[in-house]
């Protein structure tokens, strides 16, 4: 009923400020337009319709519908052609996706034609304010500047009223502005190849622009009256049956042709779906221990081309941790990764990746950034009489001379939830992503070593352990614990690893920008600025670790580009130092946080056990 009145009042208006209109002038003017300019009319159309599609895809991406791209752009092509002529796009648009899609219910249809609504209404507002400014079009400057100005204003309150899940972000934002700018630009061209009489193109497209706004917000099918009343205002000095003219064969070529093509569509029904990704079962012996992280939910299998990964999503990235689940080093998983985060808008990211990864990266031409140094062991050589461990025999003397003794057990939820709020108390919180957290269930999947003073247990450490080898995950010594006590902790671990034939233990990783030299060290200085204290906590854990006088080896951050690696190393970096809540029941209570021996290079606390949230 409201379309109804809506369309009503507008056609009266028009026909109001019509009235005096001679049909025949119209009509003479329609017989001016030549085939040639039909048919170019028609390419422009073409072109603008290939981005409507593409429109689909890109909220496909941003809402995580899992939809393949050809049948999203499919659906979004007859979604929009059809509701654009028939008004009330929210609901038409909404059924006919849910024609086209059936893999999605009425309700998540609908959120997507939502979402693309809100996604091109924000690209139109940004290029018709830019129209507005940079082309000559049929407004003083004051006024250009305030349309400008009021265009993104009514982005920025309309936006996040259209039913989008969050901001986009900025791959699918400037893909937003992209498509838009075709879109619109295209459609404009369209109604200026049609237009009977000479006028420059950069006069019409600003008034073009504007009328489409007004016609798209009035809901009206084919925005009809409102987008004629407000051209013929925005252009007064126009001839009206010429202007008519054009506006009437645009309706033909632009509305009526796509919609009559989309229709056949939706009779015709949805095409199957191929799939995207061949499924895998996660491999019982991974290649590194710290897919152990997974238990924890930030990081879940992810099948690329085949290939399965430990993978973890940030607003602009698809996080790999290390390498593929079952090992190896292939150009192709790197292939398959950026094609499946491209999928998802997001860029392919390998985090923490090791050599051998970090070589194929380069040969295929990847962006391959230094970000940190393991250190690692092997637990059966290990031994405490050398002279580069002097340093660690003495934090053991201490330890042992204040009674402190660390072995591998359990501890009851009390005794661990006691160390956990004296060490938050003392530290401020705990950080996540690629850094265990505390929680019971998790913790209860890792070999856990204790270290006591007399009874009174006064830290603990937990380590990944699998057939790859051990990695120390927590590392929690209590604040007033005795000098040593972490030393003790993993002292022991590495004990026991000898003993069980362990051929490989990791002691976490340290910065790059904590050793004297290093090539990516000028680079990780850049971002060191985003995470405040890295360069002063650094030194402190290496040289924690350097106190077992271990190997290191490097760890890179691997993505597409530059540009890839700076915004996934802020998403990296907010996803350490602001990580989502813990599920488990008993990480509700305050005492639950913690914190790990791991540094993620990126981001910092003020301790130097722990550096701190794709």
Not at 25 to 49: D, E, K, N, Y
Not at 113 to 118: D, E, G
Not at 158 to 170: K, S
Not at 297 to 314: E, I, M
Request: hydrophobic content about 55%; proline content about 6%.
């Amino acid at each position: 009923m409201v379309m109804v009145l809506a369309t009503a009042g507008f056609c009266a208006l028009l026909w109001h400020r019509l009235q005096g209109l001679d049909i025949a002038a119209v009509l003479q003017a329609l017989g001016r337009i030549g085939p040639m300019s039909w048919l170019a009319a028609g390419a422009a159309t073409c072109a603008s319709f290939w981005a409507v599609g593409r429109h689909d895809d890109t909220a496909h991406r941003h809402l995580g519908t899992g939809v393949p791209a050809g049948q999203a752009r499919r659906a979004g092509f007859c979604g929009i052609a059809l509701s654009q002529l028939l008004g009330l796009g929210v609901v038409t648009g909404a059924l006919v996706r849910w024609r086209m899609l059936p893999s999605l219910t009425l309700l998540q249809a609908g959120r997507v034609t939502l979402a693309v609504s809100a996604l091109f209404l924000g690209g139109w507002a940004i290029v018709t304010a830019a129209a507005i400014l940079v082309l000559d079009g049929p407004f003083p400057g004051a006024a250009r500047a305030g349309l400008a100005a009021g265009g993104l204003a009514a982005l920025g309150a309309l936006v996040p009223r259209l039913g989008l899940r969050g901001w986009p972000n900025l791959f699918t934002l400037g893909r937003m502005v992209g498509l838009a700018a075709l879109d619109c630009l295209a459609a404009g061209l369209a109604l200026w190849l049609l237009w009977p009489e000479t006028m420059p193109l950069a006069a019409l497209l600003p008034a073009f622009l504007l009328a489409l706004g007004a016609g798209l917000l009035s809901g009206t099918p084919g925005g009809i009256g409102a987008f004629e009343v407000a051209l013929l205002a925005l252009l007064p000095g126009q001839d009206e049956a010429a202007l008519m003219a054009g506006v009437l064969a645009w309706r033909g070529v632009y509305y009526l042709a796509p919609a009559l093509f989309a229709a056949l569509a939706v009779l015709r029904g949805p095409r199957a779906a191929r799939r995207a990704d061949v499924a895998a079962a996660v491999p019982a012996v991974a290649a590194f221990p710290e897919a152990g992280l997974m238990r924890q939910g930030v990081f879940q299998p992810l099948v690329a081309g085949g290939t399965l990964f430990a993978a973890a999503r940030t607003a602009h990235a698809l996080v790999v941790l290390r390498e593929p689940l079952a090992g190896g080093a292939r150009p192709a998983d790197l292939r398959a990764l950026t094609a499946r985060a491209a999928r998802e808008a997001r860029a392919g990211v390998v985090y923490k990746a090791p050599p051998r990864l970090a070589a194929v990266a380069r040969r295929a031409g990847l962006a391959v950034l230094p970000l940190a140094r393991e250190a690692w062991l092997t637990p059966a050589t290990f031994a405490l009489e050398t002279p580069a461990r002097a340093h660690l025999r003495r934090k053991l003397r201490k330890a042992a001379q204040a009674d402190v003794a660390a072995r591998c057990e359990a501890l009851s939820l009390s005794e661990i939830a006691r160390l956990n709020a004296d060490w938050v108390a003392a530290r401020g919180g705990e950080q996540g992503f690629s850094m265990g957290r505390f929680e019971p269930d998790y913790l209860a999947g890792q070999r856990l070593y204790v270290a006591r003073k007399g009874l009174r247990p006064v830290g603990f450490a937990s380590f990944h352990s699998g057939a790859a080898g051990w990695s120390l995950d927590l590392l929690r010594p209590h604040p007033e614990a005795p000098d040593g006590t972490a030393h003790a902790l993993v002292a022991a671990a590495i004990a026991d690893a000898a003993r069980a034939g362990v051929r490989r233990l990791s002691l976490a990783a340290a910065p790059e920008v904590a050793f004297a030299s290093g090539p990516g060290r000028r680079m990780l200085g850049l971002l060191s600025c985003l995470a405040p204290g890295v360069r002063q906590a650094a030194p402190g854990l290496r040289q924690f670790k350097q106190a077992f006088d271990p190997r290191w080896e490097r760890l890179y951050l691997i993505a597409p580009s530059l540009f890839s690696v700076a915004v996934a190393g802020w998403d990296i970096r907010r996803a350490i130092l602001r990580p989502r809540p813990v599920s488990a029941p008993a990480a509700q209570a305050p005492q639950a946080a913690a914190a790990s021996a791991d540094d993620n290079a990126i981001a910092s606390s003020a301790g130097a056990w722990q550096m701190g949230r794709l």
